[in-house]
Antibody, heavy 120, light 107 residues
Framework: EVQLVESGGGLIQPGGSLRLSCAAS????????MSWVRQAPGKGLEWVSV???????YYADSVKGRFTISRDNSKSTLYLHINSLRAEDTAVYYC??????????????WGQGTLVTVSS | DIQMTQSPSSLSASVGDRVTITCRAS??????LNWYQQKPGKAPKLLIY???SLQSGVPSRFSGSGSGTDFTLTINSLQPEDFATYYC?????????FGQGTRLEIK
């Protein structure tokens, strides 16, 4: 059974840094594309970042240069390193497994989410 | 970025009704379109992928259609558990985008 469990969220001051973790089980992280999607309170879904099985990474323009996605294959864990936090980064961050093939892919499994609140 | 626009933004319907939600892309995305359902306080759930393929375990009253720029999600015979928010998402390019969501409420 596929499971994704996020951790690391919390209250952080503007300009601060944070590392979100996502412990994966039921599949091999290194062989799959993995992504982060966020949702601000009361708002819609926003794709944040993806890491491909070959290690390539891509980011939304809103987070490029501040966020870094990575993974530890030995721990089956996905990470999102967040720097220079802004109030607009306040959101629930979901860890997502990418399904389908490299073409016509989808977000087939989601974690429960971890809340990041940026406030002084 | 490809913009995804859903309509309506909200919708009221009754149990047993048939409802249709529309999603329009700002450019052609072939059939690279997925639909998700999200209930309050929960993570989204994949319903339809590749525009018209039903995800395993999803009831057959859900269906999707369309290609190019215009897509629809149809729910036949609404059930109480179907009242939720629905999102479309394009997977045409790496930097994915979602529609703004359609909130389906009980009339």
């Amino acid at each position: 059974e596929v499971q994704l469990v996020e951790s690391g969220g919390g209250l952080i001051q503007p300009g601060g840094s944070l590392r979100l973790s996502c412990a994966a089980s039921g599949f091999t992280v290194s062989r799959n594309y993995m992504s982060w999607v966020r949702q601000a309170p009361g708002k819609g879904l926003e794709w944040v970042s993806v890491i491909y099985s070959d290690g390539s990474t891509y980011y939304a323009d809103s987070v490029k240069g501040r966020f870094t996605i990575s993974r530890d294959n030995s721990k089956s864990t996905l990470y999102l390193h967040i720097n220079s936090l802004r109030a607009e980064d306040t959101a629930v961050y979901y860890c997502v497994k990418v399904g389908g093939g490299p073409i016509n892919w989808n977000f087939d499994y989601w974690g429960q989410g971890t809340l990041v609140t940026v406030s002084s | 970025d490809i913009q995804m626009t859903q309509s309506p933004s909200s919708l009221s319907a009754s149990v047993g009704d048939r409802v249709t939600i529309t999603c329009r892309a700002s450019q052609s995305i072939s059939s690279y379109l997925n639909w998700y359902q999200q209930k309050p306080g929960k993570a989204p759930k994949l319903l339809i992928y590749a525009a018209s393929s039903l995800q395993s375990g999803v009831p057959s009253r859900f269906s999707g259609s369309g290609s190019g720029t215009d897509f629809t999600l149809t729910i036949n015979s609404l059930q109480p558990e179907d009242f939720a928010t629905y999102y479309c998402q394009q997977s045409y390019n790496t930097r994915s985008t979602f529609g703004q969501g359609t909130r389906l409420e009980i009339k």
